[in-house]
């Protein structure tokens, strides 16, 4: 998670809607050859997911605009003067206090919290691949050591449907399509 927490502002690239966010670092890539990832605006369904609308929320907001992006807080919700990260340790904190804020028992959930929610809003919402999502992520794409179900599978999951309607032929589709929009097999 210090991969985000660590994302300074010449780190970005804005062109036209698009942002690339160049990582310095990765724990994958410990030595470089780290491709960009671009960002482009989500459908106005799902702007309250949007990266790019979040960045721009966050930058108008907190007033950076060089240095980290997300810096220490101090007391009162402050964002420190001073350029440094926010720590792992206090994201996680503040988080489960939101959590808290929100009724939701915040014991199950952690900084991999995530990358376990994104990986399974790009298989379940967006029907991306398994190998797209780990190419997006910076996993083997070999599935080797399956780093990539950890993160499709968590012990807080819900169940979407009930296992004996799985090969139902009259079942209605559960997930709507991206494409079209429909729940639908396209």
């Not at 992520?137 to 990539?148: A, D, H, K």
């Not at 799985?166 to 494409?179: D, I």
Request: net charge positive; hydrophobic share 35%.
């Amino acid at each position: 998670f210090d991969e985000v927490l660590k994302i300074q502002v010449h780190d970005l690239r804005v062109h036209d809607t698009q942002v690339a966010l160049h990582l310095p670092f990765r724990k994958t890539h410990q030595n470089g050859d780290i491709k960009p990832f671009h960002l482009w605006p989500f459908l106005s369904s799902e702007a309250h997911l949007c990266p790019v609308r979040a960045l721009a929320a966050w930058l108008k907001e907190s007033k950076i605009t060089t240095g980290y992006l997300f810096r220490k807080i101090a007391s009162g919700d402050r964002i420190t003067e001073a350029n440094s990260p926010m720590s792992s340790e206090q994201f996680l904190e503040l988080f489960r206090n939101n959590l808290l804020d929100v009724d939701i028992d915040p014991t199950p959930y952690g900084t991999h919290s995530f990358r376990r929610g994104g990986c399974q809003f790009l298989h379940v919402k967006k029907r991306w691949s398994l190998r797209r999502i780990c190419e997006w992520g910076g996993w083997s794409v070999e599935f080797t050591n399956m780093t990539i179900v950890k993160y499709l599978i968590s012990s807080n999951d819900d169940p979407t449907e009930p296992r004996e309607q799985f090969l139902n032929p009259n079942r209605q589709p559960m997930v709507k399509c991206s494409q079209c929009g429909r729940c639908c097999s396209c």
